[in-house]
C-alpha cells in the first residue's frame, strides 16, 4: 500500500510520543575532561575529596587568634607559611603568621587579617582592622562541598564549571553517552552549491550547513552529508548509506509533489514509515521511520520547516540517545510585544525576537522567509485558534 493512505496528519504531541518511544540509547564511553565539554554524564558521581580539601588563607596577610588581634595589637610574627606546601606551624595568643592566598592555616590561629589592614614593623605587626571576627578570611575545610555529597547527576550536561568541579576532585576522565552518529542528506534538483555559479531557476543550497550546525550544538557527531538530486536510484543509495548511522536526517523530498521521491525510497530500501505529515506550521509534511537501529527524518525542505522540524523532533531525540535528561529547549516566560493569532487548524511556531523581556515577531513568517529566521532568537507556540493580547505573558522557546 502506498504511504499516503496509510497514514493520517497526527497531533504534534502524538508524532512527539511515537518519535521518542524506544529511542535507543548509545552506549556509555569514557572521556578526558578536555573533550567531554556537552556531553552527558553516564553515571552519578559524588565528592571523595572536601571542597577546600583543608582549612586555609582567603587573603594574602597575617594569621591570628582573633581574640588578641585587636586594633593598634602588636603581634610578634613567628613563621611564613606560602601556598602549595604545608610547614605544620602553629601559633597562640599575641603571635601571627605571614600568610598567602591558598596557604593552610597553622595551628592555633583561627582568622586571617588581610595584608593591606596592617603595618610591618619588624618582626612585629600592627593591626590597624577596627574589628574583627573570628574566622574573617579563612575558607573552611568541606564548606563549599563535603565528601559523599552529589556533584554530578546522570543526564547532566558538562559545562564549562562542571569540568572545574570534576577536576577539582581530581578526576580526568568521565563515563558519559556516546555521542549519536549523524547523517544529513539534502534533495533538490534546483539547489547549487555555495561557490559554484548559479543558473536561471536555481538557488543556493542552504539546509546541509545548517543542519550541520544544529547538529553539532546538540553534540551529535556528523558521520555523513551528503547532496541529492531528485532522482529515486541515487536517492535510494544515499539512504542506504546514511542509515548505517544513529540518525539519518534527509532534508526535502518529503512532500506531494511528484518529484518527492523520499518516501518511495525509505520504502525500497526496508525502512519502516511510522508517521508522515504532522498538524504543526511549518513543518506539515513531516516524516519519521526507522531502519534497524537507525531513526530517520524527513524534514520539508522550506529553510523554517527544517529548522522548527528539526528542532522539535529531532533534537530531542539525538539528546535522549546520547543519554541527557533535559531534551527541551530552554524555556523563558516573557511579555508579548503584540497581539498575534494563531493559525485556524494547527499550532504555529512563531519566530522572533526576545529583547529585554519582551517577544516581538521578526520577519515574514513564511516558511521560506530565511532572512526573518535568521534574526530570531525565541520560538512561540501559538495554539490553533488562540488569540493572545499585547502585553500578555507568554512562555517561549530560546534558540541561543
Ligand atoms: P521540498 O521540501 O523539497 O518540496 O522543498 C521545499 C522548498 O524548500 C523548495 O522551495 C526548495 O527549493 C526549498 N529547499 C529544499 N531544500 C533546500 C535546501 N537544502 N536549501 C535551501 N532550500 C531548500
Ligand atoms: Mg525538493
Known sequence: MRVEYCLRVISEEEALEKILSAVPSSPPTEAFLGDALDRFAAADLFATIPIPPFDNSAMDGYAVVAESATKDTRLKIVGEQPAGISKNLSLSAGQAVRIFTGAPMPKGADTVVMQEETQREGDFVLVRTKQISEGDFVRQAGADLAIGQQIIKRGDRLRATTLALLA????????????????????????VAPGKKLRAGQIFESNGVMLAALVGKADAKLSMRRHCRDNFDDLCEALRDATQYDAAIISGGVSVGERDFVREAL???????????????????????????????????????????????????????????????????????????????????????????????????????????????????????EKLDAGSEVEVLLLD
Open 267 to 385: 520504502q525500497e530500501i526496508g525502512a519502516e514509515i511510522d508517521l508522515w505529515r504532522v498538524a504543526v506550521k511549518p513543518g506539515k509534511p513531516f516524516l519519521f521511520g526507522k531502519r534497524d537501529q537507525c531513526r530517520i527524518f524527513g524534514l520539508p525542505g522550506n529553510p523554517v520547516s527544517t529548522f522548527v522540524t528539526f528542532l522539535i523532533f529531532v533534537r530531542p531525540v539525538l539528546l535522549q540517545m546520547m543519554g541527557a535528561a533535559e531534551i527541551g529547549l530552554p524555556r523563558a516566560r516573557v511579555r508579548l510585544g503584540h497581539e498575534i493569532s494563531g493559525d485556524e487548524t494547527r499550532p504555529h511556531y512563531f519566530r522572533g525576537e526576545l529583547k529585554d523581556g519582551q517577544f516581538k515577531v521578526v520577519g515574514r513568517q513564511e516558511s521560506h522567509a530565511l532572512f526573518g529566521l535568521a534574526r530570531a532568537n525565541a520560538l512561540l507556540r501559538v495554539k490553533a485558534q
Open 168 to 191: 577539582s576532585q581530581g578526576i580526568r576522565s568521565v563515563t558519559v553517552g556516546k555521542r549519536a552518529q549523524v547523517a544529513i542528506v539534502t534533495t533538490g534538483d534546483e539547489l
